[in-house]
């Protein structure tokens, strides 16, 4: 199995720029996922966000974690659990508005690291897709455009701490799914693994390093590259020693953004047939139908909402 792709950013601003695009390009078509170093976000801000976030977790919501895992009678379980996670988890949403303010438990500092934290990231998110732009052929900020809506993208994270687990294979972490969303950029523990990600019919570990951010593509990529860059199911593995922090960072169509293929990217994958391989929606339908189907295969989801293009009054 070939190496999992670590993408070096800085290299893009010297001689080796060409040979970065072609292995963001590849790591894009083949993998579905990369990971991020020399990313411009500082250490020291990454070094502060996991201080305070498992800060949080130790003081806030372990002993919830643990009180739940008595009352599901999870501790002693002989068989494997398919409807839950093994995670501790709240989510904090940036755009089109911030709940920051509103999210219980939280200090004040910790706030406003997550805050600045955000627009770091947010300002990278918007970086990497006009270089998929680039790399598409497609016109420099068209994907930002295609996820813009009538009131901005959707940007949130959802901060997540996998606790030591006692049945790791019988519980997962996370079941295996695909993000159904954008560009999804995570800031994952360095100590404890888990991340997996399925290639080639084999589960390949997402290695964890020290202030990288592990980049991967959701479902509306998919639809808007007309399949050439592909979501790719993946899961987390729960581990018996170590506490696993996760910071994964959806930057999301808004919610009445129209999806559909990049013609461009059509007319090139169907050459003379122009034959439109994905189908055409509104990303807040694809979401409602999501939410009941998150584990399971995408392609369906897909057939779904090409039936509701086909025939919207049938599915109304």
Same mark, same amino acid.
């Given at each position: 199995m070939e190496n999992f792709p670590i993408i070096n950013l800085e290299k893009l601003n010297g001689a080796e720029r060409a040979a970065t695009m072609e292995k963001i390009n590849d790591a894009c078509e083949n993998w579905g996922f990369f990971e991020l170093v020399n990313h411009g976000i500082p250490h020291e801000v990454m070094d502060t966000v996991e201080k305070l976030t498992k800060g949080h977790y130790k003081k806030c919501m372990e002993q919830r974690?643990?009180? /739940?895992? %008595?009352?599901? !009678? &999870?501790? !002693?379980? $002989?068989? $494997? %659990?398919?409807?839950?996670d093994w995670e501790s988890t709240f989510f904090l949403r940036h755009l089109p508005s911030s709940n920051i303010s509103e999210i219980p438990d939280l200090d004040d500092i910790y706030r406003? %690291?997550?805050?600045d934290f955000a627009k770091r990231l947010e300002k990278l998110a918007e970086e990497l897709l006009d270089l998929l732009c680039e790399n598409l052929g497609l016109e420099k900020s068209y /994907?930002? #455009?295609?996820?813009y809506g009538s009131k901005g993208p959707n940007f949130g994270t959802k901060v997540s #701490?996998?606790?030591?687990?006692?049945?790791?294979? &019988?519980?997962?972490? &996370?079941?295996? =799914?695909?993000?159904?969303g954008g560009i999804i &950029? /995570?800031?994952?523990?360095d100590k404890v693994s888990g991340l997996q990600l399925l290639k080639d019919g084999q589960w390949i570990d997402v290695p964890p390093?020290? =202030?990288?951010?592990?980049? #991967?593509? !959701?479902?509306?990529? $998919?639809v808007i590259t007309n399949g050439k860059y592909k979501s790719v199911m993946h899961r987390v593995i729960a581990q018996k020693d170590g506490t696993r922090m996760s910071l994964a960072s959806f930057y999301n169509p808004g919610n009445d953004a129209m999806i559909y293929p990049a013609p461009s990217l059509v007319d090139k994958e169907a050459q003379d047939q122009n034959k439109q391989v994905y189908p055409k929606f509104v990303f807040d339908d694809y979401m409602k139908l999501?939410? !009941? /189907?998150k584990f399971q295969a995408k392609e369906p989801r897909f057939e779904a909402m090409k039936v509701m293009e086909n025939d919207p009054i049938a599915t109304a």
């Open positions: 974690f643990k009180e /739940l895992v %008595v009352k599901k !009678g &999870l501790e !002693g379980v $002989e068989a $494997e %659990v398919t409807d839950m406003e %690291v997550m805050r /994907l930002k #455009n295609a996820f #701490n996998y606790p030591p687990c006692p049945k790791p294979d &019988l519980i997962k972490g &996370l079941r295996a =799914h695909t993000d159904a &950029l /995570l800031f994952q523990d390093m020290r =202030h990288s951010i592990v980049v #991967n593509l !959701g479902d509306q990529l $998919e999501y939410a !009941g /189907l």
